[in-house]
């Protein structure tokens, strides 16, 4: 009778255990819907309301137009975008990618005889004068000098068609299918050509590199003359940078072949464009329509600051009884300006068993507007509690119960 009795406890206990597990099993379940993203994560730009006034084709006059939101790459309003032109001295801006991926900007590079006397813009190079690699970006991206474009070239490729090589290459590898560069500098070749869509892509990598955006949105500066009889004033030919509010940069261009060519980018309200226009007669005008109305469209939002968004989460089994969980970062997305109400939810279990570390990722920050979801962030302990070790096992706990 005793054993039948010691029998019918634990058959009781296995019950009870079992149906424990099934209940955590359901709560763990239930609070994990949704499967949390490794790292922080920003979707692109919600797409600009219908409702905005768009510039028409006729209204531009540029041969090919592009202007995209620079974070993301999103397309806001293009014309003819994937045709393939010639790009004359916006060339430069791959030139100067290319130089700064594989050269010191402080090297001394002596100028070539390869260099000297290029026809178009120039800063008249002396053959054997020594300029820094830095001083000859700034001539050939203010003053859009063509000999230092050669100078470079030869210095980093080792020569114009060796460079040329090593600017398709990487063309190539940004994944460019319609752009073909025959020399550093654009004057007019067969096979030198990209699209305005190929441009903005390039100008948009640029744009990243810190030594490029501080050479395009410099102004004026100087550089030494030969053998220091005086300095040689290089004034930035994007007249974007004096007239209109928020230029940054980056590039004109112009051969009788390509017709006026012109890259630029602005920010307005914390958002960053970039305007691409190819054989454009007009293109200063062309391009301020077009920054107007892209900056029109969005905006940039903070979500939240460092620590801004805090939770008690329960715990078992642990020396405390609860840990505060937070975001561990900044969050700012862009949006279109006519954006429905930002909402934010804690996505994080019912309790959490055992020990936790600091800084261990414990649930998701979501951010949604009209339904949708447009960043996600995580949220992390913010200290370390140890696990209770006095404690006994839950289900031995449970099991004690009816022995």
């Not at 130089?99 to 006397?117: E, F, N, R």
């Not at 801004?308 to 969050?331: H, I, K, M, Q, W």
């Amino acid at each position: 009778m005793l054993k039948l009795s010691k029998r019918i406890r634990k058959i009781k206990a296995a019950i009870v255990v079992t149906a424990v597990l099934l209940c955590l099993s359901v709560l763990c379940g239930c609070s994990q819907n949704l499967q949390a993203p490794s790292d922080t994560q920003i979707s692109p730009s919600l797409l600009a309301s219908e409702s905005s006034e768009r510039p028409l084709e006729s209204d531009i006059s540029a041969q090919s137009a592009i202007v995209i939101e620079s974070q993301t790459g999103e397309i806001i309003w293009s014309k003819n975008c994937d045709k393939e032109l010639p790009m004359a001295s916006t060339t430069k801006i791959m030139t100067a990618l290319v130089a700064l991926q594989h050269c010191d900007i402080q090297k001394p590079v002596k100028i070539s005889p390869l260099a000297v006397g290029i026809e178009g813009s120039s800063i008249y190079l002396y053959e054997g004068e020594e300029l820094t690699m830095e001083q000859l970006l700034y001539a050939m991206l203010l003053e859009s000098a063509n000999d230092a474009a050669a100078a470079i070239a030869v210095e980093v490729g080792g020569s114009i068609e060796g460079f040329a090589q090593m600017m398709n290459k990487t063309a190539f590898e940004m994944g460019l299918t319609s752009t073909s560069f025959q020399n550093p500098h654009g004057l007019d070749s067969e096979g030198h050509h990209t699209t305005a869509k190929e441009l903005a892509m390039i100008a948009r990598e640029a744009m990243k590199n810190d030594t490029f955006r501080k050479i395009v949105s410099t102004y004026k500066t100087t550089i030494p003359l030969h053998k220091n009889q005086g300095t040689r004033l290089l004034v930035n030919h994007n007249k974007l940078l004096k007239s209109y509010e928020g230029a940054i940069g980056i590039k004109t261009g112009f051969t009788k072949k390509s017709g006026r060519c012109l890259v630029s980018a602005a920010e307005r309200d914390g958002v960053e464009y970039i305007c691409v226009t190819l054989n454009a007669p007009s293109d200063w005008n062309d391009h301020k329509k077009l920054l107007d109305f892209a900056s029109s469209l969005y905006t940039r939002v903070t979500l939240c600051e460092v620590g801004e968004f805090t939770y008690s989460l329960p715990l078992s089994g642990a020396c405390r009884d609860s840990v505060t969980v937070a975001n561990s970062e900044a969050l700012t997305v862009i949006l279109p300006r006519d954006h429905k109400e930002i909402k934010c939810v804690f996505e994080l279990p019912r309790f959490h068993m055992g020990g936790v570390v600091k800084g261990e990722r414990l649930g998701t920050l979501i951010f949604t507007t009209g339904g949708e979801t447009i960043a996600t962030t995580p949220l992390r302990a913010t200290d370390t509690v140890a696990a209770d070790k006095n404690k006994s096992n839950l289900f031995k706990r449970i099991a004690s119960l009816f022995t």
